[in-house]
């Protein structure tokens, strides 16, 4: 006599609660891992673009033998002007649209500037200048001096550069805090305390900046020096308020200590 056994195929309850429970802990263990390679992605891709952009800035100090000016004052007949404009036949690329002017962390739109006599909006997006270096009056950046009551400026000439190599030009932007004065990328931009406003504003804009700093790859700023180097920094060794390290921002490699109480006046 032939037996047959009959098998249910499905899943019992208990099986299918292991197996949701296996796949649950694998998504948990994975999923950090491929959020770490995504941003890691998008870090080597920032770096990328700063890469570019200083080798722009490179050649057109060639041709001029002068850093470009960070802005220039525009006139009826002579709309304003700000660095990336001054790079736009080097990178055949716009702030507006070009792909090396956008970080893939960053969150918002490119937004075009103004400098009449009557406005001063410097460009606003995922990179900027080192403009003023540890300067009020923008003298210590790469970015021009400021002369004037219209706040024109005389190009930093490519001999006042003592130190290229330690020369921080252009980088990843401070983000989430208003116009510092200085363009978003700078000393007086990442410490706001130092600037006008009532503590409980100060301490509101800085934690904006902080978390949002913290999403954007792996929460390290991205910078590209005058020798056209990249470096990946945490904002607590870029912003260092050491001699060495604020020595890197100024053209003439020193710390300037005597600036800091001028910060964003």
């Known amino acids: 006599m032939k037996i047959s056994y009959e098998r249910n195929c499905g ?43 200083g080798l722009a800035n490179s050649l057109y100090v060639t041709d001029h033998r002068v850093f470009p000016l960070f802005a220039q004052y525009g006139r009826p007949s002579a709309p304003s002007t700000f660095w990336s404009d001054r790079l736009e036949s080097y990178t055949h690329q716009s702030w507006a649209s070009g792909d090396i ?15 009449t006599a009557a406005t ?53 932007v401070v983000m989430g805090l208003p116009y510092a004065g200085s363009g978003y990328f700078g000393f007086p931009h990442y410490y ?19 978390q949002m700093e913290a999403r954007r790859h792996l929460g390290r700023f991205n910078v590209v020096f005058i020798d056209n ?16 390290n604020m020595s890197r921002w100024n053209i003439d490699h020193q710390p300037h200590r005597e600036a800091l109480p001028y910060w964003g006046e």
Do not use: W
Not at 41 to 50: I, M, P, Y
Not at 101 to 115: D, H, I, K, S, T
Not at 229 to 244: G, I, M, N, Q, Y
């Open 11 to 53: 899943f019992t309850l208990i099986e299918m609660l292991v197996v949701i429970g296996i796949i649950t802990i694998l998504a948990g263990l994975l999923l950090p891992v491929l959020s770490r390679a995504k941003a890691s992605a998008r870090l080597t891709q920032c770096g990328n673009n700063l890469r570019q952009i």
């Open 101 to 115: 002017y956008r970080c893939p962390a960053y969150p918002e739109a490119n937004r075009l500037g103004v400098f």
């Open 120 to 172: 001063y909006s410097p460009p606003k997006g995922s990179y900027d200048m080192n403009s003023f270096g540890l300067s009020a009056l923008g003298a210590l950046g790469i970015g021009g001096r400021m002369e004037g009551l219209r706040r024109n400026r005389i190009p930093c000439q490519e001999s006042q550069v003592v130190a290229p190599s330690l020369m921080i030009g252009y980088g990843d």
């Open 192 to 210: 706001p305390e130092r600037r006008t406003g009532t503590p409980e504003e100060v301490a509101k804009q800085t934690q904006k900046s902080r």
């Open 229 to 244: 180097h990249v470096e990946t920094s945490k904002p607590e060794r870029l912003f260092a308020l050491s001699d060495e």
